[in-house]
């Protein structure tokens, strides 16, 4: 009701001046009737009704909502003072315009990733189940968490009770060739239980999803993602129960699944039926560690009784499989840990960093707002001895800041819109189960932070302008009150807080930056530069017998080598920096049996051809390289990395000793095979960041069939020039083969950089905003002191003061709190530096060169936004300063 | 400032929306009326300032006590009527028992015989 004539009260003053003027009437005319003349009758009537000007206003207030009216005379009042200094007002909005809207982007990745529960059915209560080797410590970044054999898996649903349910998925590629001339494809796709989507709770957006009869050998079914649907096959519902055809193979499209399903990753493009392309050996094997587990748990049940129950069982395959690969207990994770693992400490740090300066813009804006409060002094001061309220100069004063950070605010929303999409895109490892985008809630946050930052910025202002000191400055003429010395000193350690911080986050990106840069230097042990490589995988439909697959492999090699320009040209499943792939357990034949308990030994497998070596510039160590003669005739032949021998074969002479290799399930070999050591070559990184890892070369020519193989082509030149003959060799053998990744080397290496870059680009961004900031409160600072001491310096110069000591007063005055601020800085950063040690590669968190880097830059630039202030100081002309004031 | 604001015709606190209501009894009268019945009724002990006057109409009205409309005075001339509404009737029985009590109270205090009658 009140708003309703809150709403109402222009019309109902109306209607009062009616009243009033009938009033007037009314009485003039009685007047007139007592035998008055008309002009003292109206008089009369006049002096009878009193002021009617206050009787407008007693009703305008009664039908005004105080608060409401004083809030709006608040923002009419700041709008006015903000645009009398058009340039700080701009200013004061676009650093907080930039510091909320990077902390709202930040926050929309944190929120999406972290705290938004994944987009399936009661995802609390879902858990992804590794395998767990008891070895590795608890609580440390390297807690193993190892993927699952499939027998394993088998077992643990069939004997335990503690989940509704489990599922099991493990990822793989195809060529998806053209129906009518499309090109062909190599897609990745990923083999899940019939019970998966049941069990994430996930419903087709078309068809159906997998049967348990369709889960088995052979099977040629599958479901595509929305992506594969809407791009290559034009969202045209009629796929379902047709066929597309996957290696050459036909496969009948069952179902298509919801756009927003992109577990576990956006990049899966088809899923099949998790036994359709797995061999029986393979499910039985305990020792196949190539899968994913997701598990539902009852609502009756804990996680830590449901887990025991599973580690007992795997406790069971343990101990019955002494000689095979397989880990003594289990692990469990939540599903949504899992899927953001990689990223939560990053995503932590930035958003510390952008926290950071968050509340270095605050007190920048503050601090602007000290220094305005001391030019309003005097107005302030008559104000209240007129008796203004405090809280109501307060208020005015907190209505700046809010309108500052409002503004900000706004402009921050729109631009954080822009920088999570730029920073989405750029943060490769960022899970897409959930999509990331801005939400209400998200708003909500950036409002809250809004006013939170109006609050921090506005009130240590607002009070101290209207402290007990006020009266003071209608009590002093000169411009060195006491009020605005206790001033001074606020501003001093509002500077002195802003630098301290400035530093920590200075310090963050000094060492992600050297650490960076450690990553980007680092050997990986073998040629880089003019590199090309590629990728394809040989239907196992078409390339069935190991014969066809060397007569491919070998006659591409002969005739990319024979390409003017190139080099030498490289063969095997993987190269090196391209990732772990995958490893085997192993033990030496010539020594003693392992006791009980102890652990196998493990290498990363690598298949290579005769030229792989050379052909990357992997030295040998002892021994030689694999011949062409290591091919289809099984000659049990293997060359080993010096890390192997260094790690296993201390003191050995590794070449003729033997290798028993249990899961290397080679097509027709007898279970038992041992491999003959005949080379050694130096060690190779797998991915940069890591340490070396022991590595086993099978001869690719031994005849693989099926899986990918990566090419690396030595070139002369420019490596991505050969991109289109070398592609053409490989069309001119196989038109139908598809080739995907084609690359540099260097571009492989930069890709698994690409995080590493990220966070320490984006901590340096933020640090050198910061410094700005922090400089720029360093030049308004002094600038205000030099002004109000310009009679001072005046009489010093009077008395014979020198230009030079003049300068170096004012600086050392000028620099105190960016000291203080520097050792401060200093403290924190080492308490900081200890929560993200375990993200730096090959640097300490009190890395000297990253400190006294830091400290020298932040002086520098300290010095850089005195001296101008100083300078001008000691340039003062003493007659003027005297004259003043 | 007005020369008539002599303690005797200044009107007791919280009173004049009573009053008001009381006069509404009589029928719908505009302010001018209003204001003159009030002064009439008390012999002219008491002035109505017309500046608490339309303000407490308003509030009044705000409060649905009494409503009004324009219409035509006795002399013709436009003028702002006010109704009393059930509400108002209800809360004038409440506002004179009220003063009853007030006024019984006070005359006690002040050793007036047997208080109010």
Redesign the interface.
């Given at each position: 009701m009140s708003w309703l004539r809150f709403l109402r009260r222009k019309r109902s003053d109306a209607e009062l001046q009616d009243e009033i003027e009938a009033f007037l009437t009314e009485e003039t005319a009685d007047n007139e009737a007592r035998g008055m003349s008309p002009d003292e009758a109206r008089r009369q009537a006049r002096t009878k009704l009193g002021n009617p000007q206050k009787v407008r206003e007693t009703l305008w207030a009664q039908n005004s909502l105080l608060p409401l009216t004083n809030l709006g005379h608040d923002v009419k009042y700041a709008l006015r003072t903000l645009s009398r200094t058009p340039g700080f007002s701009v200013i004061a909005v676009a650093v907080m315009a930039l510091c909320i809207g990077a902390a709202t982007s930040l926050f929309t990745i944190v929120r999406s990733v972290l705290l938004r529960p994944l987009p399936f059915r009661d995802p609390d209560r879902l858990v992804m189940m590794y395998e767990h080797h008891r070895g590795a410590g608890a609580n440390t970044p390297d807690f193993s968490y190892n993927p699952v054999a499939p027998a394993d898996f088998y077992d643990w649903r069939s004997k335990t009770h503690g989940f509704e349910d489990m599922a099991i998925m493990t990822y793989a590629g195809y060529n998806l060739t053209g129906e009518q001339e499309e090109l062909p494809e190599a897609v990745r796709a990923a083999a899940g239980s019939w019970n998966l989507f049941q069990l994430l709770g996930v419903q087709p957006a078309l068809g159906r999803a997998f049967t348990e009869s369709e889960d088995r050998l052979g099977n040629t079914v599958v479901m595509l993602t929305w992506s594969v649907f809407q791009r290559r096959f034009a969202g045209d519902a009629q796929i379902v129960g047709r066929q597309i055809h996957l290696d050459g193979r036909p496969f009948t499209v069952v179902g298509v699944l919801p756009s927003w399903f992109t577990y576990p990753d956006a990049g899966i493009q088809l899923w099949l039926p998790y036994k359709a392309d797995a061999t029986p050996e393979l499910l039985q094997h305990h020792d196949w560690h190539q899968s994913q587990v997701v598990a539902r748990l009852r609502p009756d049940v804990s996680l830590a009784s449901a887990q025991a129950q599973v580690g007992a069982v795997q406790y069971q395959l343990h101990l019955q499989y002494p000689h095979d690969s397989v880990n003594e207990d289990v692990a469990p994770r939540s599903l949504n840990e899992d899927l953001a693992g990689n990223v939560r400490k990053p995503l932590k740090l930035m958003l510390s960093a952008v926290g950071c300066m968050l509340l270095i813009g605050c007190l920048n804006v503050s601090n602007l707002l000290v220094a305005r409060g001391a030019a309003r002094q005097k107005e302030v001061a008559i104000r209240s001895a007129l008796g203004a309220q405090r809280a109501t100069l307060i208020r005015e004063q907190l209505a700046e800041s809010v309108l500052i950070c409002a503004a900000g605010g706004l402009g921050g929303i729109l631009l954080s819109v822009l920088a999570t999409q730029l920073l989405t895109r750029a943060w490769k490892d960022l899970p897409t189960a959930q999509s990331i985008h801005l939400d209400g809630a998200v708003i909500a946050f950036a409002c809250v932070l809004m006013f939170a930052a109006a609050l921090v910025a506005g009130l240590l202002p607002a009070l101290s302008t209207t402290g007990k000191t006020m009266m003071k400055a209608l009590q002093t003429s000169a411009r060195t009150g006491a009020s605005s010395v206790s001033r001074t000193v606020l501003r001093k350690s509002l500077l002195t807080v802003e630098i301290g911080i400035t530093v920590v986050l200075l310090v963050a990106a000094g060492l992600l930056l050297k650490s960076f840069l450690q990553l980007r230097s680092a050997d990986v042990g073998c040629v880089t530069e003019n590199m090309l490589t590629l990728k394809y995988s040989l239907p196992e439909k078409q390339y069935d017998t190991p014969e066809k697959v060397n007569a491919f492999n070998e006659a591409l090699l002969e005739r990319v080598r024979t390409i003017p320009g190139v080099r030498a040209a490289a063969l095997g499943n993987t190269l090196p920096a391209a990732g772990y792939w995958g490893d085997y357990v192993f033990t030496v034949k010539e020594h003693p049996p392992l006791k009980p308990g102890e652990d196998l030994p493990e290498a990363l497998m690598r298949w290579a051809d005769p030229g792989y070596f050379s052909a990357l510039g992997i030295p040998l160590v002892s021994g030689r390289f694999f011949t062409d003669d290591e091919r289809v005739a099984r000659s049990y032949k293997l060359i080993v990395s010096r890390q192997l021998v260094r790690q296993y074969m201390p003191g050995d002479d590794p070449i003729g000793k033997h290798l028993h290799v249990p899961a290397h399930a080679h097509p027709g070999a007898p279970g038992d095979v041992d491999y003959e050591i005949v080379g050694v070559v130096s060690d190779t990184l797998y991915q940069l960041g890591q340490k070396p890892k022991a590595t086993m070369y099978f001869p690719i020519l031994e005849g693989v069939t099926g899986g990918i193989q990566m090419l690396a082509v030595h070139t002369a030149s420019e490596p991505l020039q050969f991109s289109v003959p070398v592609q053409k060799q490989i069309a001119s053998l196989d038109p139908e083969l598809p080739v995907s990744d084609v690359r540099t080397m260097n571009e492989v290496i930069g890709e698994s950089l690409v995080n590493a870059s990220l966070s320490a680009t984006l901590v340096l961004a933020f640090a050198i905003l910061s410094l700005l900031l922090a400089s720029v409160g360093l030049y308004g600072v002094l600038s205000y002191l030099t002004t109000q001491r310009t009679s001072e310096i005046g009489i010093r110069m009077a008395l014979g003061a020198q230009r030079d000591q003049l300068l170096q007063l004012m600086l050392i005055d000028g620099l105190r709190p960016a000291l203080f601020g520097l050792g401060l800085g200093l403290v924190m950063s080492f308490a900081a530096t200890r929560i993200f040690q375990s993200m730096l590669f090959g640097t300490k968190p009190l890395d000297p060169v990253v400190l006294s880097g830091v400290i020298a830059t932040l002086l520098a630039v300290a010095v850089l936004a005195c001296l101008a202030p100083a300078w001008r100081a000691s340039r003062l002309d003493p007659m003027q300063a005297l004259r003043t004031e | 400032?007005?020369k008539?604001s002599q303690p005797q015709s200044a009107m007791l606190k919280g009173t004049l929306d009573m009053m008001i209501l009381r006069t509404l009894i009589g029928g719908d009268a505009?302010?001018?009326t209003i204001a003159?019945v009030i002064e009439h009724t008390s012999e002219d002990l008491l002035e109505v300032?017309?500046?608490?006057l339309?303000?407490a109409l308003?509030?009044l009205e705000?409060r649905r006590w009494v409503s009004s409309c324009w219409g035509v005075?006795e002399?013709n001339?436009?003028?702002?009527f006010y109704r009393l509404t059930a509400e108002g009737r209800k809360q004038l029985i409440r506002e004179t028992s009220r003063w009853r009590q007030m006024r019984r109270a006070i005359g006690l205090v002040m050793g007036e015989e047997g208080g109010a009658q």
């Open positions: - | 400032m007005r008539s505009h302010g001018h003159k300032e017309q500046g608490s339309y303000p308003h509030r705000d005075s002399n001339r436009k003028a702002k």
